[in-house]
């Protein structure tokens, strides 16, 4: 094993590569000519990249599952915008000896103090049935870790665990500072949707491994989740404060979570129909389109074009620039 | 009050008329001169029809509201393809000596032979669980009377009670009846799906008085409240049968719920997934279209031409034939 | 030869074989080194699989053509989700010791039953005029005998001989069973159109090959087709019974074959404007969707996953189930 | 009667009219307070203009009836762009001592000189196959005449009778015209689509009395009756020439005529794909659009602004300029 | 006169009234007998409103025009969710005595504190270049004083002078605020955008008296005049520095105009290519959603109901709330 | 070097090849194996051709670069419907002794001819302001320089220097042609707007080496561009006539160019507003699709098929015929 750890996010192409990752997703795939070769995705803390080893057999690769760390060798190229590894050899390591947190992507931020800003952005809604309502969330410690842990989706490359956790703090420091510049939408019940309104994705998404898609998650969704989750705080709540939980806030929480999409085509079953659920679902939109802008820019590995390439999901190339 | 009663369906274009109603709405509105007209929403068993009333001052309209019975008398005209009635008199009468089954609008067929059947083919499901939830359903008192009174939907004109409970035993009549056509498809799941893809309708419309939708209805909707009908009936029978309800069919029978409008714009927010779902969405639509048609073309009380007028919703004219 | 034959659908990964297919197409590419391989398409009565040959000269393929038996040895492989046969030797062999039927793929379903069903609903139409034209159509033996042989359509893994009579006598026993459910459609008319709304197929359609669009069919489609036939048995029932066959009935006729794909969009010129067109545009709709879902689930040869790899073409996944 | 005719062309909001029209259709109808009023349309050759006539019995209007002609009383009003006459008396004339031509509403231009036209196109046709069929269309005297008294659409203001074959002449000699400027077009085939494309509209309208479409044209459409009439012209010349008629040739006629709508939106149910189709496809899409653009802004009443009104249809404004 | 002016703001349904105006508008129409009435727009600071004047005669209504003080008496009455004045006299009063104040609609902030608020954030633009390209609009008086008087758009009911600078400084401090939230955005080019992309508005509307679209900015647009803005100040800015302004923030800036629509469909002829583009796009869109929902809500007359009316534009009702 | 040139547009499929080309383009990637491999764009006037080369080294690729000329030996291929060459060697040569109208793309059509026609028709033009705007562009020789060497469109295929020119002249040609058959269209601004409307693709496109976007063109486009060309001239056109060039012919000729693209959809800020701009768009829509499918048809390579390939751009197969 090497000295200093060459971690994904700074390998070059061309180099040589000796280094332990965990295996994610490991498959065997027949080309043209029958043929067996590896498709091996692997990761450790900064990254996912996949890597590819030709002519093996069955027998040769059945001693490595996902799940396991590997100790690879290879070398690094750029095949069609990505950089991917073309192995030589793959060997199992013991777990022992190497630290988890080389393995374990997380936010670039620190957790701990992205779920204080957000329980001191909770407890500071003034509507005392809604904040212990938020109590209520807060205080369930199993989904609170797996909120920390979800990642913002399932698109392996910039899918890393806090990433949720990350939006949603953003979005309501947002919702916070601009609160006078719109009066008229009550801010209490913003930023309690701003909190719930993702929070679903707790159970649409194992992020356990590899990020993939409940069975649920596919087949009921976030939304509707999300509102059994709202139901099943709310009877807690009025155990808790022996008191009836208001109805209309409720209907609006739900509201808020089942509108957050803005279109029927994007899966909202309803239009946002309040202030508050409108002007959730632009915050939303205004932080993954910027974000994703940001970041196709950013990580775009073409220097000699001012423009990245075409991007069919955002349907236009970016401009990079010219200087 | 005359001997035979004068039902809403019997009218003719340019009778006179002196009959009981019950008043369903109650409207002042001014004209273009700033002058009082009343517009009244009345009702019998068979059928709504609207009363327009003019020069009137708050006052003297102050003795009648909605839910009240009146008696009115006027004459009944044909406007841009519907009946009314120009009123010249309208009093509030007592409803002691009133027959209640005289004013309310029921299906056209027996509705406990048609909960009879409903059971009937319920209780036939032969996965014993399923079926054990579905007799959950059936002994809520309270569901099934609102269920066997609900409409179909809220539109005035062709809103009656019983309506739901019509169109969801003819979907089930159906499904039946087919069932060895498409041996793929799980008759036991989609018999339940047909049952339970409408059951929120009972709390998102208020169907007592004049149909409306409820603040629940509109804001969350009722597929979404039927995702919730599942979850409480699923902890009651769990609770019953001191085991536990299997997840997976859960997950089909939300998923049947909440993907049986077939499109994202129509309000569904997932896509049907498995055959059971996306027969029932096929089911359904067909139902409702040739419904629809037939109404239109029975409705229609033009008869000069070979056409209905065009309508807007279906985008089309309908041929009613030439003979 | 080997003794027992190895049909198509039963050939699994991996396995070596050596058996003899019709061959259905011939073609000769180049790859990025300018060699030359062989792609072949073959089928027996159970599906149609194709071959690759690498390294191939046009001299040593000229021996073979389309629509010769050929001989092949090779070496089944999934890839991409379908088997292919990657093909050591192929040669052509003699086709008088070999079965016929083998080689023809058919209906699953025995195809005189299936025409005796279609004849036995179609001559049980009480509207005299309306069962002679359909006795037109049925003593027309080629007609019925192309009818018989069609497709469903032209893709090549789900199409085989009897896929159209099928598809049609299921419908038609629908459109039977559930006439009673709807008295406003005129059953007889419906069961006509069922009959007759994909007959244009049959001149849209080769099928005696390979399944490929005519040039009739690619520039005029089945829908005018359809209503070319029927203005031409139209004429030959009125020479036949010396009467005018009633004009309105032969409009209604030709609606419901153009309009049968229910929208513009699909290549309807026409709407649908009856209770007839709209429930055949629904009966059909329904049979493809859920023939379609059900066929995608049970051809899915991954085991792995509950859900199919998503379709482009269905625009999802579809849920296999989690047991 | 006055001396000299008032054409409904001219008439000027304000005036006060005594003058004879043809009726075209006659309608009662109830206003809100159950008093009929009498809705006229009424015609000369140079337009359609609209009467009311307040408190009307159905006894006094019984005297008149559609198809007569009509001497009426009244004022001339501008009401939400367009001009009626709210008419104070009306009663039937005797048509004797009336020029037929008065009340014919025409083409602006001479329809034997555009036929003239059109006929020397089409026998230029050098194909001699083609020129034969075209030969048998124009030798059939009821088709020709009709054809040259269909309007080019059932809109009551800009419908008139020989408005089909001016659009039909003028797009002939842009197509002639433009010839050389595109050789891979064949002139021979776009001419004969010219002439064909519409030709359906001859059954599908009825245009003797007021324009409307018959049961066949709503049903089945222009386009397709447009191939039903090319088939029975095939049929005759083959009968005529003795040989057969080049099934390619007819193939391509067709597919001109089923395209020429250019989108499955606007109802052909094939998109157009031979350089003829879609040609003749933008030479139809230029000639109706530039007509409309400018007729809306000729027809335009209103002198205070330099933009028409918003036309819903069109879905703008147009610009008449500022000068 | 009245001692206190009553203004349109405070207006109740079934008042008389009896106070002056400014005419914005004036129009003469003849109803269904060819009655004239008048539809006067008359406005003052707080609001527009139109007020009917029945059986009028040119004659009578020749002594007041658009532009003059107008004192009339009437009745205020709701109609069709609006208020409307039913006029009985209007006579033109001398300006004189009038304080102009009183009729000039106004931003319900003050115009110099926003636009000092605005100049000090171009002021902090800590590019050089882009600093100086500000200071040649903000020195541009006439520029500015349009700009400062401008509506946001040209829709009577919420269009009032200042709206538009209230809106970008909205837009302007929002951005600001989060703009250490999405160090990835250029802050200096986004607050250049903010201020410039509906700076073309000020050619497009005229709004000395009623606001409408002039010639120009029908046909071209206040996306393209924005970029003619741009290229003037740019020539300017180069004039008076001496030196060319950087062609890439020219570039940028103009894209920023161009593309803020952020859609084909809403008439950007550029979809938002760089990171800025697309925050400008979202921020203005929230702003311009969350505006119109809480004005609907707060201009909603109607308090029976917890929903407002339907509102055809927002394609959905919105939630006023149960209490 | 051969004897005589062998010219890309003659290219056959399996023949030998050793020739000199201008190369375009040059890259280098990596195969999946990480092995090095060129791909070569290069050209001659005929046309381009791709070039690949296998197994090389980046040293040994470093003595060419694009611009070069270079001399090639491969084999010509056809590879998914297009010509390739499998390089085996590829050398600089100097440029001193070749042709460089060998290696110029060029129109078909004599350059100067076409500029002849347009500068005639332009200059035919009755309204004296106008002919001498389009004077002043006329004039400006680095502009129609440019203009005359610009291809219609940046895909590598079709374009070539004088396309545009060519395409230009055709539609100006048509307009000419077609001149009385329209009066309601002024001829005078519709030739001037046929000039003007692709005129800024002169910046949108660089076209000295590949054809490819400026940052400028995508940024902008050459719509807006347009604009800003037509301000240019204006202001030179009023300093040299020194009178003002009237107001709404400039904005008549930018509503032109904004609006030619007929839809918001395909990046027009406008929809067209006046009969010429309606006029321009279907002339400039009608040439573009014609030619499209010409071309199509022409350009196939496969001559087994009735058909061309399904092209994904127009969403259809094309029709080539059957003979």
């Known amino acids: 094993m090497t000295m200093t750890r060459r971690y994904v996010q700074d390998l070059q192409d061309g180099e ?18 029958a043929d067996l070769y590896l498709l091996a995705t692997m990761r450790d803390k900064t990254g996912i990249i996949n890597g590819l080893m030709w002519n093996v057999s069955e027998e040769s690769m059945a001693q490595i599952s996902a799940g396991d760390h590997v100790q690879i060798k290879g070398k690094v190229q750029l095949y069609q ?6 192995v ?43 904040r212990s309502l938020m109590e209520c969330f807060l205080i369930d410690e199993d989904l609170m870790d797996s909120f920390s ?32 510049l719109y009066p008229e939408v009550d801010t209490n019940l913003l930023l309690a949707g701003v909190f719930l309104h993702d929070l679903g994705k707790v159970r649409e998404m194992a992020f356990e491994g590899a990020f993939t898609y409940t069975d649920e998650g596919q087949l009921i969704g976030h939304l509707v989740i999300g509102v ?20 209309e806030t409720a209907l609006r929480l739900k509201h808020l979570v089942l509108s957050h999409h803005g279109q029927y085509d994007y899966g909202s079953p309803k ?28 990580d775009d590995p073409n220097t000699d074009s001012h423009w990245t390439p075409f991007s069919p999901r955002l349907d236009r190339k970016l401009f990079k620039g010219a200087n």
């Open 16 to 33: 040589t590569i000796e280094e332990v990752f965990l295996l994610v997703d490991k498959q065997l795939r027949a080309n043209r000519n």
């Open 149 to 180: 842990r979800a990642p913002a989706g399932v698109k392996a490359h910039h899918a890393y665990q806090g990433g949720l956790l990350e939006h949603v703090v953003r979005l309501m420091e947002m919702a916070w500072r601009i609160g006078d």
């Open 271 to 298: 239009l946002p129909m309040t202030p508050e659920a409108i002007a959730l679902h632009h915050l939303d939109n205004f932080d993954a389109k910027v974000h994703e802008f940001a970041r196709s820019i950013e």
């Open 88 to 130: 030589t050899r793959i060997t199992k390591v013991a777990s022992d000896n190497l630290d988890p947190e080389d393995f374990q992507p997380t936010s670039s931020q620190n957790v701990s103090e992205l779920l204080e800003q957000l329980k001191s952005r909770l407890l500071g809604i003034d509507d005392p049935q809604l």
């Open 81 to 86: 915008g990505s950089l991917q590894v073309i």
């Open 228 to 247: 059994e989750m709202i139901n099943e705080k709310v009877a807690e709540v009025e155990k808790l404060t022996n008191e009836p939980f208001p109805v």
